[in-house]
């Protein structure tokens, strides 16, 4: 399907594309800091659809082809003191996920966020609990100060200008990735070049990146409404993670009632292809077992 436009409400239009069968149980890709949707590869969506879901990517607010806003970003010692302006935060880019799915007729699905995108998952599945079927945090944290803290040698890695030209930024995600990603792990470099150059393609402001971490650092401790959550939830996370480190994960996961946790050795903050079989199994094994829970729910109350 191509990419289409939605007005979500507030003043905020989001580029998305599904893949799979609209009759299917929804699976909403939520993506993370500074990443547009097409992170979530095309044959990794399509896969995804194989197994029963209709899958739904799309840029969130200040990235790729949704709407950029305007305002400065943080500054490194902003960063540091954990302050600086911001435009809104992780619950206004919640609720524009709410609004795409008021758009797309999408009651409920099982909501899958990497990194800022967990975080963005996480609040849906707190504030809005009947819209999601099951939830999956992946490479995320719950905003607490003292978990989830990347090393600070990504800070300066995440900082540096991109490049304005077309062949240096692609080799500067390359290298980037190539610093936080997995270890004894085969990373998917030339599928990193692929993201950066259809990136690189569909976007030309560089600034939303500093106003999402705006958003982010202004959301603070979220560990208090992740206990709210309800939702069948799967925790994911890289052993050897520098930008989320895995503390974060297991906070979540202490957060989140019931909350299953899976680490993977080896994983750093990135998808590499080889892991796809795993990750794709883990996404459909628990959106199938939570759907199975709901159905035998609904059952009972009827009897």
């Known amino acids: 399907m191509p990419e289409l436009l939605c007005d979500v409400g507030g003043g905020i239009t989001l580029c998305y594309e599904t893949f799979?069968?609209?009759?299917?149980?929804?699976?909403?890709?939520?993506?993370?800091?500074?990443?547009?949707?097409?992170?979530?590869?095309d044959d990794f969506c399509e896969e995804l659809a194989a197994r029963g879901l209709y899958v739904v990517r799309f840029d969130n607010r200040d990235i790729g082809r949704s709407t950029h806003l305007q305002g400065p970003p943080p500054s490194l010692?902003?960063?540091?003191?954990?302050?600086?302006?911001?435009?809104?935060?992780?619950?206004?880019?919640?609720?524009?996920?709410?609004?795409?799915?008021?758009?797309?007729?999408?009651g409920s699905a099982h909501v899958i966020g990497a990194s800022m995108g967990g975080m963005i998952a996480q609040s849906i599945a707190a504030t809005h609990?009947?819209?999601?079927?099951?939830?999956?945090?992946?490479?995320?944290?719950?905003?607490?100060?003292?978990?989830?803290?990347p090393a600070l040698s990504s800070y300066a890695i995440f900082l540096r200008k991109a490049p304005r030209q077309r062949d240096a930024f692609?080799?500067?995600?390359a290298h980037l990735f190539a610093k936080v990603g997995s270890r004894g792990i085969a990373q998917d470099i030339e599928g990193t070049r692929r993201?950066?150059?259809?990136?690189?393609?569909?976007?030309?402001?560089?600034?939303?990146?500093?106003?999402?971490?705006?958003?982010?650092?202004?959301s603070g401790d979220r560990t208090a409404e992740l206990k709210r959550i309800t939702a069948p939830t799967l925790v994911i996370h890289g052993s050897i993670d520098p930008l989320v480190s895995p503390s974060g994960g297991r906070a979540t996961a202490r957060a989140i009632a019931g909350t299953k946790l899976m680490m993977i050795?080896?994983?750093?903050?990135?998808?590499?292809?080889?892991l796809w079989p795993r990750?794709?199994?883990?996404?459909?094994?628990?959106?199938?077992?939570?759907?199975?829970?709901?159905?035998?729910?609904?059952?009972?109350q009827q009897a």
């Open 195 to 218: 993201i950066a150059a259809l990136s690189f393609d569909r976007e030309l402001d560089r600034t939303g990146t500093g106003r999402q971490l705006a958003g982010i650092i202004a």
């Open 20 to 41: 799979g069968e609209r009759t299917d149980p929804a699976a909403l890709l939520i993506m993370g800091l500074g990443a547009q949707m097409v992170a979530w590869q």
């Open 265 to 274: 050795e080896g994983m750093g903050h990135d998808l590499p292809r080889v």
């Open 170 to 173: 692609i080799e500067h995600a």
């Open 77 to 106: 010692r902003q960063l540091l003191r954990y302050s600086g302006p911001a435009r809104y935060t992780l619950a206004d880019m919640a609720q524009d996920t709410v609004g795409l799915m008021d758009e797309l007729e999408v």
């Open 279 to 300: 990750l794709i199994d883990a996404f459909a094994a628990h959106a199938a077992e939570a759907d199975r829970l709901a159905e035998s729910d609904a059952s009972l």
């Open 129 to 149: 609990p009947t819209r999601v079927r099951s939830l999956v945090s992946m490479m995320s944290s719950t905003g607490g100060r003292w978990v989830g803290r």
